[in-house]
């Protein structure tokens, strides 16, 4: 029988790390990055592939792991510093590569899916889950919906759902339903089992920000009701990967200054289609760097893109911008522009291009994200300059010429 490390979990874990009492058929665990849901979903399952108590009555045979993609499913919870087998200090489980699937010493299996082939889960059945990341599952309610006619072996299946807060639908619906028992964690609270400075750097470069309260508070953050961008569209856009595209550059919006606390340098690259459609391509944007570093990162971007041009606002440096990164590049295809408008008058228009669906995004982006997300009449919350949302506009205004708002007739 595999030897359970419960007792010893049981004293480790706080309580939020532990299933919650009830009859209930998920339990939705939401946390912080780092907060300790990985470390959460690996003992759980541990505990009931042995059968532990007070985690388990009786040995569950017949486990499904559900990740967003299979390489996250190995890496992280099967894998990972905080996975299953790192878990397992006593008779550790055996992942078999081909047939996907990890086997416990007592005979349990649990059995490995991508949210990215839903119909993967069909024919199998379980008594209990496992889905990570739950808030990124690319076809996450076709997943669900499999995962849940699956769920029919034993008294009473049950899955656990670990993921940080993103505000789609589905998490929305899971949160609704009578049958989730929820928790919450912040990474603040996982502070003895992080390295020395993590949480002072990561409040000093996020804190107060939309994306600071989501990725290390937890919490589940709504878009602005004045927001110029509709984030859950961007979301449904979203593609993996670009098409083949006909043009491509990289938008540059330096800081005034270069120290820790300074505005960002947003470098956002961008492409566009046959079909006209743009797609954002990357985010390279640095923060504290000194120009010939934020040159640096263009320039490579640039290259590894095989960009066509490199397009920066001036109104900050003047000439040293085009200066700095000739340094790097003489010879890269360069062209200054400069704001004669407010941000907001800047990305209206492109704003409208993303409500006519002709802006997706290959990609997450979540810092530009949390920018669009956050950019009202009165710009970002706190006072913040949103660098790589100015980026992002001179990259789509690049590609589309002077950008002229599509929604006025006659233009």
Known sequence: MLASASPHWIQLARRSQLPPPGHWRQWLLIGGRGSGKTRAGAEWVRAMAAGAPPIAARPHGRIALIAETLGDAREVMIAGESGIVAASVEGRPVYEVSRRRLVFPNGAIAQVFSSEDPDA???YQFDAAWGDEFAKWVHGEACFDNLQFGLRLGVRPRALFTTTPRPIPLLKQLMADAGTASTHMRTAEN???????????????YGGSRLGRQELEGLMLEA???????????????????????????????????????????????????????YVLADASRRGAKPHQWAGAAVALFERLEADRIVAEVNQGGDMVEAVIRACAPSVPFRAVRASRGKWLRAEPVAALYEQGRVRHAGRFPELEDEMADFGPDGLSGGRSPDRLDALVWAVTALTGPVRDPRVRGL
């Open 191 to 205: 502070a003895a089992n992080l390295a020395p400075g993590f949480l002072a750097a990561m409040e000093a470069r």
């Open 224 to 278: 602005r009701e004045d927001a110029l961008f509709d984030v859950a569209a961007i979301d449904a856009a979203r593609v993996r990967v670009a098409p083949e595209l006909r043009r491509v550059v990289v938008a540059v919006d330096p800081p005034a200054t270069a120290t820790t606390r300074s505005d960002a340098c947003g470098i956002i690259a961008a492409g566009h289609a046959a079909d006209g459609t743009i």
């Open 121 to 123: 889960l069909r024919g």
